[in-house]
């Protein structure tokens, strides 16, 4: 079947260190990736998508990285602040050419100790 | 506020009775995605509309579930005769292409 899903569920980073989160995806035919900040009590926040024609993609601070050979992503925050403590979720979206359905992991909550 | 609003953002409701969502997406976003998430885990797909079709539905789903959404702007996902299984987050989601959605804040149901 297809799942997608994160290697840790938990992460505790010092502030200021970089932070990596993990996230495996089983099916080979997925084209597009997206990570996903949840606060707690919020909807999820969009920030940072990739192609399955990419293997990296940088934003402000994050970046994330694919291979497609081993089927997996991540992603990096650089400098990691304690606004970034949340739950983080890789999606898979098989792009607007189908339903644009979202298949979520279960997530890494991250931890930024002070 | 231009992003996707729901409402109400907590619902607390009695076994066996029905309850409603209003989600209101990102103006001139064609496609509104609704998904339920229970603790600790990720979203989970329910339904998808583009435009006012209702063009998937998932197996989670049940009968109990309805979806609409008449003019293609607002939906309303309903729940008939509600069990405590019910209790959760549902969420929804638009975009205009497809590609990425932006999420609502959600409502909190719980089932007593």
């Known amino acids: 079947g297809e799942s997608v899903g994160l290697h840790l569920p938990t992460l505790s980073v010092q502030e200021g260190d970089n932070s990596i989160i993990n996230c495996a995806y089983s099916n080979s035919a997925s084209d597009y990736f997206i990570w996903y900040k949840q606060e707690s009590g919020k909807g999820p926040q969009f920030i940072i998508d990739i192609r399955s024609n990419m293997d990296k993609r940088q934003g402000q601070r994050v970046t994330v990285l694919l291979n497609k050979t081993v089927k997996h992503l991540s992603l990096q925050i650089a400098a990691t602040q304690p606004g970034d403590s949340a739950v983080y979720f890789c999606?898979?979206?098989?792009?607007?050419?189908?339903?644009?359905?979202?298949?979520f992991g279960q997530g890494t909550t991250l931890q930024v100790k002070p | 506020d231009t992003g996707v609003s729901q409402d109400p953002r907590h619902k607390i409701t009695k076994r066996g009775q029905n309850v409603t969502f209003r989600c209101d997406p990102i103006s001139e976003h064609n496609r509104l995605y609704w998904y339920r998430q229970t603790l600790g885990q990720g979203p989970e797909f329910l339904t998808y509309f583009q435009n006012e079709a209702q063009l998937e539905k998932s197996r989670l789903l049940s009968d109990r579930f309805s979806a609409e959404r008449p003019k293609g702007s607002f939906s309303t996902l309903e729940i008939q005769r509600t069990e405590q299984g019910d209790s959760a987050m549902y969420l929804c989601a638009s975009t205009p292409l497809g590609d990425i959605q932006y999420f609502g804040a959600g409502t909190r149901l719980s089932v007593l």
């Open positions: 999606a898979e979206n098989r792009g607007s050419g189908n339903t644009g359905k979202l298949i």
